[in-house]
C-alpha cells in the first residue's frame, strides 16, 4: 500500500527556517516524480516544488530562492528545506506523488497524497 507522512511542519516567526521530511512507502520511490503542495482555507492549492524521477527541479515564483526540494532515493524520503519565511508561506503542506510517472504534470495529476502538515509564520 502506498503511503506518504509528512512531518516537520511548526509554528515559527518570519525570518524562520523550517525543513520538512516525507517518508515514503510502498512504491518505487526513486522512479517517479514527487513534490510538495501547499492550501490555505479558501484558497486553491498551490504547487510548491516537485521534483522528477531524474532530478529536475521546478520551484514556484512566490517560494523561489528561499526553498529547496530535495530527495534521498536511498532512504525514500522527500524534503523540504524552507528559508527566510514570510506569513504568507503559512499553510498546509502536502506530500504528493505521482506514481507511474518519473516526470511532472500539473498538479491535477498527482495521484496520492499524504495528510499534511501545518506551517505557520507569523509576523
Known amino acids: 500500500q502506498v503511503q506518504l507522512l509528512e512531518s516537520g511542519g511548526d509554528s515559527v516567526q518570519a525570518g524562520g527556517s523550517l525543513r520538512l521530511s516525507c517518508s515514503t512507502s510502498g512504491f518505487s520511490f526513486s522512479r517517479h516524480c514527487v513534490g510538495w503542495v501547499r492550501q490555505t482555507p479558501g484558497k486553491e492549492r498551490e504547487g510548491v516544488a516537485p521534483?522528477?524521477?531524474?532530478?529536475?527541479?521546478e520551484y514556484a515564483r512566490s517560494v523561489e530562492g528561499r526553498f529547496t526540494i530535495s530527495r534521498d532515493n536511498d532512504r525514500r524520503t522527500l524534503h523540504l528545506q524552507m528559508d527566510n519565511l514570510e506569513p504568507a508561506d503559512t499553510a498546509m503542506y502536502f506530500c504528493?506523488?505521482?506514481?507511474?510517472?518519473?516526470?511532472?504534470?500539473?498538479?491535477?495529476?498527482?495521484?496520492?497524497w499524504g495528510q499534511g502538515t501545518q506551517v505557520t509564520v507569523s509576523s
Open positions: 521534483i522528477a524521477g531524474n532530478m529536475n527541479t
Open positions: 504528493a506523488a505521482r506514481i507511474g510517472y518519473w516526470y511532472c504534470g500539473h498538479l491535477d495529476e498527482f495521484t496520492h
